[in-house]
Each structure stands twice: as structure tokens, then as C-alpha cells.
């Protein structure tokens, strides 16, 4: 089985400090591995994903994520935070043996002070 | 990156009717459409999977009867809320992807629709 685990559900960093958001998964077989932004009442938009080559992922707004595959790790992080980073993220793993199918993790509520 | 328009937005309607919502790729072929509902501050909740000119995959304790899903063509998928309870009201997003195959993996995700049943 698949499972994505989110590590913290709720983030509060300061105006221009780091954003660091974990996340690890599980599973068998090589995973795709993504990382989406949702705005109150929206969507979801994708930030950045992962799919093969690069383990380095650059993506939309200054976030970038590493995928580590001995730590079964997709963190993704930004230098320097910005008030509209606040909003809820979350990290997805799937895979073409599942028709591709999301899962997603508990999601992460990050809340930036000025 | 693609466009995916979902319609309304928001709808209220009377328990024991009927709600349909709209999910359309503007700008791609949509081979797979997904069908997810999101509880206040909760994850999303995959609901089925549907492949154009296919019956939809419902998962597990989602009832098909109760949520029809239709995806007649490569742009358009609709999910049908038949005989709403309040207990339906929910968000419930639409994603879609193009048959782009390994490299592109990825879905891209409606607005959402907020369904509320009074």
C-alpha cells in the first residue's frame, strides 16, 4: 500500500524567513510525487512535481522541493517567505500502475507573520 | 499549465433534489477526469475515476447511485448529486489529466464547487 504522511499540519513562519514543509512516503514501486497550494475555498494548484532525472524540482512562486529516495522524502521549501504563501499545501504521491491516481496527505496549513 | 473550469462555483438546493456539476478541460484532451470531495479542514477524498466513453470507478463507500458520473467526451465530465441530503454538503473539486503518459503524470484541478443542501 501507498500513503503520503505530511509532517505538521499547521506551519507559522515569519515574512522572509525559510518555509520548510516535510513530507515522506511509502510504497513499493517508484512514485510520482507532487506538492499543491490551495487557496481558501479554491483548487488546487499545482506548485511543482517529480518525476524522473533531476532530484532537484524547481516550481511556481520560489518553492522547490528534493526528492531523496533513501529518506522516502519530498520536502519542499522557499528561501524567503512572502504573506501570500499563507494557504494550505499539500504533498501527492501516484504511480502509472494505479491509472495514475492521486494521494495526498493531510495537508499543511501555513500561516505567515509579518 | 492547463486549464480545468468546474461549474458553479457554488449551489444551494433543496433536500431531495437533484445537483449537477460541470468539470471541463479548456485547453487539453482529458482522458482521465477524478472526482474528489473535501471536508472542512480535511485532505481530499478521492470519490471515483472516469475515462472518457467509460463507466466511472467509484471507490470504495462511495455510492454510484448517488453520485453519477458521466465523461461523454475528452472535455467534459459531470458529476450528478442525486436526491442531495444536507449530509452531501461538501466541496467537491474535479481534476483531469491528458494521456501524456510518464512524463506527464501530473492532474490539473477545478475551482471547486461548494454544495450546500438545505
Known amino acids: 500500500a501507498q500513503s503520503v504522511t505530511q509532517l505538521g499540519s499547521h506551519v507559522s513562519v515569519s515574512e522572509g524567513a525559510l518555509v520548510l514543509l516535510r513530507c515522506n512516503y511509502s510504497?513499493?514501486?517508484?512514485?510520482?510525487l507532487f506538492w499543491y497550494v490551495q487557496y481558501p475555498n479554491q483548487g488546487l494548484q499545482l506548485l511543482l512535481k517529480?518525476?524522473?532525472?533531476?532530484?532537484l524540482v524547481k516550481g511556481i512562486n520560489g518553492f522547490e522541493a528534493e526528492f531523496k529516495k533513501s529518506e522516502t522524502s519530498f520536502h519542499l521549501t522557499k528561501p524567503s517567505a512572502h504573506m501570500s504563501d499563507a494557504a494550505e499545501y499539500f504533498c501527492?504521491?501516484?504511480?502509472?500502475?494505479?491509472?495514475?491516481?492521486?494521494?495526498f496527505g493531510a495537508g499543511t496549513t501555513v500561516t505567515v507573520r509579518a | 499549465g492547463a486549464v480545468v473550469s468546474q461549474h458553479p462555483s457554488r449551489v444551494i438546493c433543496k433536500s431531495g433534489t437533484s445537483v449537477k456539476i460541470e468539470c471541463r478541460s479548456l485547453?487539453?484532451?482529458?482522458?482521465?477526469m477524478f472526482w474528489y470531495r473535501q471536508f472542512p479542514k480535511q485532505s481530499l477524498m478521492l470519490m471515483a475515476t472516469?475515462?472518457?466513453?467509460?463507466?466511472?470507478?467509484?471507490e470504495q463507500g462511495v455510492e454510484k447511485d448517488k453520485f453519477l458520473i458521466n465523461h461523454a467526451s475528452l472535455t467534459l465530465s459531470t458529476l450528478t448529486v442525486t436526491s442531495a441530503h444536507p449530509e452531501d454538503s461538501s466541496f467537491y473539486i474535479c481534476?483531469?489529466?491528458?494521456?501524456?503518459?510518464?512524463?506527464?503524470?501530473?492532474?490539473?484541478f477545478g475551482q471547486g464547487t461548494r454544495l450546500t443542501v438545505v
Open positions: 485547453d487539453f484532451q482529458a482522458t482521465t
Open positions: 472516469s475515462n472518457e466513453g467509460s463507466k466511472a470507478t467509484y
Open positions: 481534476s483531469a489529466r491528458s494521456s501524456g503518459g510518464l512524463r506527464n503524470p501530473e492532474a490539473f
Open positions: 501527492a504521491v501516484s504511480f502509472w500502475s494505479n491509472d495514475y491516481k492521486l494521494s
Open positions: 517529480y518525476t524522473t532525472g533531476a532530484t
Open positions: 510504497s513499493s514501486v517508484p512514485p510520482y
